[in-house]
């Protein structure tokens, strides 16, 4: 038994009759924010909140309620808010009266960024690794990453996964297992891309589960890559969350992982890992891939690397960088104050060894799911890696599936989480049909805050079962 475990007292959940729950009535602010932002705004729908102050893992709105985020800016906030590092980085910045606008040209800050991410990648890739500056966001990121891979292959098709989530824009789009935001485009790219069964161990694809589905799985993919007769063109590369976030927290088998990597090398198809969300300490080791030990050809990051601030960029193996002069451009590749950012987040997660920490608390957040699963067997399965965590809701009363599991429970899920908001929690949820609460909150969280957590998670998982 670990330490953390440990140190959890096991106890049923209970609710307290005397917690005071908040109330959401539509404020000004969020009536003029429905009545003037667009109808594809999203979390605002489920997290009705206009926020004013944040510091660490707490956000206040402008009721002066606070809340605990697990949210975190979907994984992007690993020291939470405003750090004191990232805040005097920003302020350094501005003192130094850097130019806050460079296109891709090159200063110290973004020279000291380059060495310290390189620093923190394995030295075999590292040795050979270039990096893209990307306009500001993942979907960016992943764009180029597909340019890059289809010029140096000469090939263009791309094989993703089954609930795989890389962003956005059509070119990403076309990579999403969620059919949700591609249906009403019609046609995507989706003739280049080839989808592939995620090793997904709760629902198995194969129905088989365990070491049985894996090897299925990896036998499948080996045949698709080389039977002359696949109907499938060689692809120039496949793209894959080692731990798949919006899909629904869903953590790639380790020996699967390695397998992939094996045949695309045998393949001379590109290995583009998207460490978009799982990047920067977030699964325990500082990129989720190095759990398996393996190389990637590429990969994409985002979100944490900014240190708060928007920033993305692909780091590949040199062999691939045959794309020409202005192949992937932007006029938003050279924030500073997010490369210095990005640096003082990434210096601070090496000298606090935060990978320990966010792994340490992660199992410790796991445990009491675990013992709360006791009392409730609405929480099907349990999963993640550190703190990117999930909990697949099921319905105990319905039809078990292959692998004699319960469907997910889509009703209960956003009761939970509407429910948790009330007791000054944030939760998102992911995963088919909605129906997986998600924890990802920042990764200096203590483990006084995690039992937080999980004690207000609990009471909020009694109240919205009562009468369902
Ligand atoms: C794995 C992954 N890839 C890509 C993206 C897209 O990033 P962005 O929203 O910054 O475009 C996300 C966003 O959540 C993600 O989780």
């Not at 909140?49 to 956000?59: M, P, S, T, W």
């Not at 966001?137 to 000469?154: H, I, N």
């Not at 992982?257 to 590109?270: Q, S």
């Not at 990051?301 to 020409?324: E, F, H, N, Q």
């Amino acid at each position: 038994m670990s330490v953390a475990t440990s140190l959890i007292e096991d106890q049923p959940a209970r609710v307290a009759p005397t917690e005071t729950l908040y109330q959401f009535n539509e404020s000004p602010l969020l009536a003029r924010q429905s009545q003037q932002e667009s109808n594809a705004r999203s979390y605002p729908r489920r997290i009705p909140l206009a926020l004013k102050r944040a510091k660490g893992i707490h956000v206040e709105d402008v009721e002066g309620r606070t809340f605990i985020d697990c949210l975190a800016g979907a994984g992007t906030l690993a020291l939470g808010h405003n750090h004191p590092v990232v805040i005097e980085a920003i302020q350094q910045v501005l003192a130094d009266e850097l130019p806050l606008h460079t296109l891709d040209l090159t200063t110290p800050v973004k020279d000291q960024f380059v060495q310290d991410l390189f620093g923190l990648l394995p030295p075999e890739l590292a040795a050979e690794a270039k990096i893209q500056f990307c306009g500001p966001t993942g979907t960016d990121a992943v764009e180029a990453a597909l340019k890059l891979v289809r010029t140096a292959t000469g090939r263009s098709t791309v094989l993703s996964f089954q609930g795989g989530y890389h962003g956005m824009s059509q070119g990403a789009l076309s990579l999403m297992g969620s059919l949700g935001p591609k249906k009403p485009l019609g046609a995507l790219l989706s003739n280049g891309v080839q989808f592939m069964p995620y090793p997904y161990e709760y629902r198995c694809p194969f129905g088989l589960g365990g070491a049985q589905g894996i090897k299925a799985n990896l036998n499948y993919l080996e045949t698709l890559l080389n039977d002359p007769e696949a109907g499938v063109q060689l692809p120039a590369a496949v793209i894959v969350e080692v731990v798949q976030g919006e899909g629904g927290v869903i953590p790639a088998d380790l020996d699967w992982l390695r397998g992939l990597r094996r045949i695309t090398e045998k393949a001379g198809v590109a290995l583009i890992v998207d460490e978009i969300q799982s990047g920067f300490a977030r699964t325990g080791k500082m990129f989720a891939f190095e759990h398996a030990g393996i190389i990637p050809d590429v990969v994409v990051m985002s979100k944490a690397i900014g240190g708060s601030l928007p920033l993305a960029v692909v780091v590949y193996r040199d062999w691939l960088d045959t794309w020409l002069p202005g192949a992937h451009a932007g006029t938003f590749r050279g924030n500073q104050m997010a490369m210095a950012a990005g640096s003082a987040v990434m210096r601070y997660l090496v000298e606090h060894k935060v990978c320990e920490h966010a792994a340490a608390m992660g199992e410790r957040l796991s445990e009491h799911l675990r013992i709360l699963q006791r009392d409730f067997p609405q929480l099907g399965d349990i999963r993640g890696r550190g703190l990117m965590l999930g909990v697949e809701l099921v319905d105990p009363a319905g039809a078990l599936d292959a692998l004699g599991h319960p469907p997910a429970f889509a009703r209960l899920a956003p009761l939970v989480q509407r429910e948790c908001l009330k007791r000054g929690l944030i939760l998102e949820l992911g995963g088919r049909h909605g129906a997986v609460v998600r924890f990802l909150p920042p990764l200096v969280i203590t483990a006084a805050e995690i039992d937080r957590v999980a004690e207000i998670f609990g009471r909020a998982l009694a109240a919205a079962s009562t009468g369902l």
